[in-house]
């Protein structure tokens, strides 16, 4: 079988910023929740049977306590906003296996649906339905993938390391470097894109990189010209390295999920017709219905 674990999150904002404005009958924006369960009842109609998705409830999380700069949802719309518990509404009535994250964040469910899928040996590849690069982290060979729903693109191991030049183990190590500004981190003045994947090619991980230039491995300082103002930037700056590794680091709870078995979609709830009706669109409840008589 094949799990698919959904970044909703990553979908309501397509959604939202791709689709006209469309209210319900008590007035609330409702475009972007209807396309995404569109979209999902598409997955479903090409014959994936076990999918699981995950929400920021909230926008903020335990990292926000970490780092005052992280990402808050401070700057997203309120017609977008309000939209979140709407959409983990539909998707339960649509018989989706649903995580509302608060304390933790979507990207963290969907690495640990990942991790508790992968070890089941009726799963033959987890896909986890997303282009975020934090995700490039849970990637395991061919066995869990990123895929990006929206081009159809698909990326396994081989990929991360084209993309990055390291392995997926070293995803977290190489934003704290280079920074993520959709999460709010900076990382560390000087490391570039290139020159932190040549590094990390070598050393792995931040902690495994020394102070000193002078223990730098020599072939490291001959492809990266930069390697003395590097290693100066990290001595002065590897605390707040740590700490942004800390905050690209993945969270792994497996008691998200007991099991694959979880995730099997067994058809629409009672409520789905109700759903429908609300998101006005009778035709989106004949779609499913049909799914579950095929």
Known sequence: MQVYLIDGTYELFRQFFGRPSSKAGDGAEMSATRGVIWSVA??????????????????????NDLWAGYKTGA????????????LEEALQSLGVRVWPMIELEADDALASAAAVARED????????????????????AQRVVQLDRRTGMVTDEDGVRARYGIGPASI?????????????????????????SAVLAHYG???AIPDDIADWDPEVIRVVRSAPKLAARLATERDSAMLFRLLAT????RTLLNGVDELRWHGPGPGFANTCRYLRDESLAERVAALRRS
């Not at 700057?75 to 709407?86: A, I, K, N, T």
């Not at 500004?181 to 894109?193: E, K, N």
């Not at 993945?250 to 709870?253: A, E, F």
Request: hydrophobic share 40%; charged share 20%; aromatic share 6%.
């Open 42 to 63: 598409s997955l479903l109609a090409q014959g994936a049977t076990h999918i699981g998705v995950a929400t920021d409830h909230v926008i903020e999380s335990f990292r």
């Open 75 to 86: 700057e997203v719309p309120s017609e977008l906003r309000s939209q979140f518990p709407l």
């Open 121 to 140: 040996p009726r799963v033959g590849q987890v896909l986890i339905c997303t282009p975020d690069k934090d995700l490039a982290q849970s990637v395991v």
């Open 172 to 196: 977290p190590d190489w934003l704290a470097l280079v920074g993520d500004s959709a999460d709010g981190f900076p990382g560390l003045s000087g490391w570039g894109r290139q020159s932190t």
């Open 205 to 207: 991980h931040v902690d």
């Open 250 to 253: 993945l969270r792994i709870d």
